[in-house]
């Protein structure tokens, strides 16, 4: 009967960690909309918008987009294909080895947070623990403009996301 505890704090520790990230990184965060990322039917992540007191999404304003993902993806996969929404999107910033860095291999349910930091910063956490902070001139646009711009991959996805 003593284990039921411990597995219980055991798998909701991750989630417990990730919550506390956004509340002390991002004030009074709060959760604005959610979305499935879905490539050829099949589901990629969930996404979480989470802006300050859950208010629509403001460039000016931090804000943060979490992703839990729902099947095993390769570090090298996770760094290309953000390096080729960069391309898709205009000039990819030079922030291939800084993102490999950042990212590391995923299984399912490991969950990625990125919080802008003003407009040329972005903190990255993996599974509530502190991994990089990636700096150059406006990668918070660039970067967040993968989930929630005004040209991503799926207009319904992102109207979801960003609880329009």
């Known amino acids: 009967m ?18 506390s990230v956004i509340d002390s990184a991002l004030s009074e965060a709060e959760l604005r909309g959610k979305a499935v990322f879905r490539f050829v039917g099949i589901p990629i992540y969930e996404a979480r ?6 208010a629509p999404l403001d460039w000016s304003r931090d804000f943060g987009i ?47 947070l990125a919080i802008t930091q003003g407009q040329n910063q972005i903190g990255f956490w993996r599974n509530g623990v502190p991994v ?14 993968i989930f929630v ?8 996805f992102t109207r979801r996301l960003k609880g329009d």
């Not at 918008?49 to 859950?54: D, I, Y």
């Open 132 to 145: 990089c902070t990636l700096s150059h001139p406006q990668i918070a646009r660039r970067f967040m403009s």
């Open 66 to 112: 979490e992703l839990e993902y729902m099947r095993k993806i390769g570090k090298e996969y996770l760094v290309g294909s953000t390096m080729d929404e960069f391309a898709r999107t205009g000039p990819p910033p030079p922030v291939k080895d800084k993102l490999a860095r950042c990212f590391d291999d995923v299984e399912k349910g490991d969950r990625y």
């Open 49 to 54: 918008l989470f802006t300050t007191a859950g």
């Open 2 to 19: 003593r284990k039921v505890p411990l597995i219980l704090t055991l798998f909701f520790a991750p989630m417990l960690a990730q919550a």
């Open 149 to 156: 711009g005004d040209t991503t991959r799926s207009a319904s």
